[in-house]
């Protein structure tokens, strides 16, 4: 039976704010620019295509971003950027303004750079150059000073995006003597990459040159001064750029759109107001926002028109189209979060899916700037779809949604046919068994539970069944998941510590990990553990256990005994404590994460950012609860670590308020609901975005 809270992104209210409050001075954009967290820094809007800012001059793990906070080297200012993944792309239309004889390379003072949110600052070593850059959604915008030179130049870098995207083709032409237009084709990560760009400027250059690879424009410096560029960017056609361009920033004023960024972001943070118990806490709360509002990336032009996965030019009638899903990640807590703070987005995000869905025959994976990367295992899209449908969103036609979400899971691609004949993934079939196994369970889950609430009685069973099918990997001897041949037998030497990168059954983890990767199933977990005491004892043990983590995953970080809150699998393992009716040891062990695995320091994330997710775990277990189960709209109590947030929802304001929070008391004594009494270890979906007042009675002990 359908829900009754309906929720209709079309009917959503308007997100409007007040300037009152600068939350961006909350912001630090370097959290998370050096250890493993990968973030982007620069300047960019909320969920702009355009992420303007310096790639250094490495490639590498480390660099996927583009940007370490340790390495001054400079390749250029890149107008698009990923953040926080752990593999590498984009980086594209790179300028490096010079001075003299210098070469398309550089260093920056990193005791000039300035960073905040929609504007970054630094000075060029070489040369002097003070470089300034502002964004708008699809446009980047640059001020240099210049010394004084008579050799002053941009250069236009087409060689090198990440450094790991080959240039195939690439195109550089002097439009009069104040502009330039051009493309970017590139073969990296996103398999067919198309990017397209025009740039005007404030000044009149002397000569262009293009070598293929370079393209140089020569400008006359004598005197010092500044020197305005504009650029804007499509993956449509230099025509679209140039129309993007002159939409978003008709003028020169830099001024006037950093303040219009700053505007911008000040609009998204406040979709959540909190009271912090200290500027650590609240600085490290909004630069997740931030980090969180990053991405998806819009990705259709002005007039609505996008390169799609077919590669062929569609145009968005009636939904904004966006990139960058890295749901693999996001569909854990991410879209969850969006789901209550972003009702003016949810649905175009889901008509993106189901427009890439139409193009390519199945709904997204990580899909990346109109390519199908395949990135990770499980039909993390399918996830993403049901859960939006499951809580009430109605700005896409569901009935399609249903079909792409069944088609997808029922194709016979990515080892899903191995499944289907043998009713798992053999692990000496396929490497990553488990891994595929265990999220194609997940999938199957989350579109049982779609279809239970679209009434499709026959799919809701027939699913939920299949999606208990990693059981038969588990070893009773061992009382942990094991690789299965397709024989029957099971795989070895057994180390549950050990991670061995996509040559195991398991994928950025280890058995340890594994063992808990039941979110839609834990009843089933526990009857093969013995009981709800015995899994307890074992949940314990994964966050005691002594003995190191070996193998070479470096996505394997932020350790506590096994637990490895640096990968997202994990994710909701300490919120079983609250679904095995221990709150107390939920709210020590979240309390643990928070504040060793997030701090206001540039390593303070402790693994990759990962477009969002591991902010959104932190905003969600901040304000004290966290969705568990894949398409089930419900979320798990764990404890607070704000005074009070007042979240912007459909049906108004969500107040929730933490009284008499401190180190002592820091456990959930009892809990109210809108003025009454409330006894669930969870709180409805429904019940968040109507709006209302939540009530956290802390105590020394949990009483709930």
Not at 240 to 260: H, M, Q, R, T
Not at 509 to 526: A, I, K, R, S, T
Request: hydrophobic share 35%; charged share 20%; proline share 4%.
């Amino acid at each position: 039976m359908k829900r009754s809270y309906i929720i209709c992104a079309a009917a959503a209210i308007a997100v409007m704010v007040s300037c009152s409050v600068d939350y961006t001075e909350s912001v630090d954009p370097k959290i998370g620019s050096a250890a493993n967290g990968h973030v982007f820094v620069g300047a960019s809007v909320p969920f702009g295509f355009v992420q303007l800012g310096p790639t250094n001059n490495n490639t590498g793990w480390d660099w996927c971003s583009g940007y370490r906070d340790d390495d001054p080297s400079i390749l250029g200012f890149s107008h698009t950027h990923l953040s926080g993944t752990g593999a590498t792309d984009l980086m594209d239309i790179t300028v490096l303004p010079v001075t003299g004889s210098q070469a398309p390379v550089a260093s920056l003072r990193k005791e000039s750079e300035r960073v905040v949110p929609g504007y970054y600052r630094s000075i060029i070593d070489e040369s002097g150059i003070l470089a300034e850059l502002t964004a708008t959604s699809r446009a980047g915008f640059h001020r240099y000073t210049f010394p004084p030179s008579d050799s002053a130049a941009i250069y236009f870098n087409f060689d090198r995006g990440s450094g790991q995207d080959p240039m195939t083709e690439a195109g550089f032409e002097a439009v009069g003597d104040k502009a330039v237009k051009g493309y970017r084709f590139s073969r990296g990560w996103a398999a067919n990459h198309k990017i397209f760009f025009y740039a005007e400027f404030s000044q009149s250059f002397d000569n262009s040159e293009f070598d293929g690879h370079y393209g140089k424009l020569c400008f006359n410096k004598e005197k010092g001064g500044q020197l305005l560029m504009k650029v804007g960017i499509s993956a449509v056609s230099e025509e679209g750029a140039k129309a993007n361009l002159k939409a978003e920033i008709p003028g020169w004023n830099f001024d006037g759109i950093v303040k219009s960024a700053k505007a911008s972001w000040n609009k998204e943070l406040s979709r959540i107001d909190i009271v912090a118990p200290n500027d650590s806490t609240r600085k490290i709360f909004y630069t997740a926002m931030y980090h969180f509002l990053i991405h998806p990336a819009e990705y259709d032009d002005v007039d609505g028109q996008y390169r799609g996965s077919d590669d062929a030019i569609h145009k968005a009638e009636d939904f904004h189209n966006y990139t960058i899903f890295s749901l693999w990640d996001t569909y854990r807590a991410a879209l969850p979060l969006g789901t209550i703070i972003l009702p003016d987005k949810m649905d175009d995000f889901i008509n993106t899916m189901l427009h890439i869905y139409y193009e390519q025959g199945k709904l997204p994976v990580w899909h990346l700037a109109s390519n199908e990367t395949n990135c990770m295992v499980g039909n993390p899209g399918v996830v993403a779809v049901a859960d939006a449908l499951v809580k009430g969103y109605c700005g896409f036609n569901r009935d399609s949604a249903m079909v792409a979400m069944r088609n997808s899971i029922m194709m016979d691609e990515r080892w899903m046919d191995l499944r289907k004949e043998y009713g798992y993934v053999p692990s000496d079939l396929h490497s990553q068994s488990l891994g595929h196994n265990m999220e194609y369970d997940i999938a199957d889950a989350a579109y049982a539970n779609a279809a239970g609430y679209m009434g499709n009685t026959v799919d809701s069973i027939f699913f939920a069944a299949r999606s208990h099918s990693s059981m038969v990997y588990w070893d009773p001897e061992t009382r942990f998941f094991r690789g299965k041949r397709a024989d029957g037998s099971i795989t070895g030497p057994f180390d549950p510590c050990m991670t061995n990168h996509l040559k195991n059954e398991y994928t950025e983890c280890n058995e340890w990990q594994y063992l808990w990767l039941v979110p839609h199933n834990l009843d089933g977990l526990v009857e093969k553990l013995g009981g709800r005491e015995a899994t307890v004892e074992k949940l314990d043990s994964l966050f005691s256990v002594e003995s190191p983590v070996t193998g070479g995953a470096v996505d394997v970080t932020g350790i506590i005994g096994q637990y490895a809150h640096g990968n997202e699998p994990g994710h909701h393992t300490a919120y079983f404590y609250s679904m095995l009716g221990e709150n107390g040891k939920a709210a020590d062990m979240i309390r643990r994460i928070c504040s060793e695995m997030y701090t206001a320091r540039p390593d303070g994330l402790c693994g990759n950012e990962d477009e969002g997710q591991m902010s959104a775990w932190y905003l969600l277990s901040a304000m004290g609860f966290y969705q568990v189960e894949p398409a089930c709209p419900r979320y798990w109590f764990g404890t607070p670590l704000l005074e009070k947030a007042v979240l912007k929802v459909s049906g108004g304001k969500f107040t929730i308020t933490a009284e008499g929070l401190s180190d002592d008391n820091r456990y959930i004594g009892s809990i109210t609901l809108n003025g009454k009494p409330y006894d669930k270890p969870y709180i409805a979906y429904e019940d968040i975005v109507k709006g209302g007042s939540l009530v956290y009675h802390m105590a020394p002990e949990s009483g709930i």
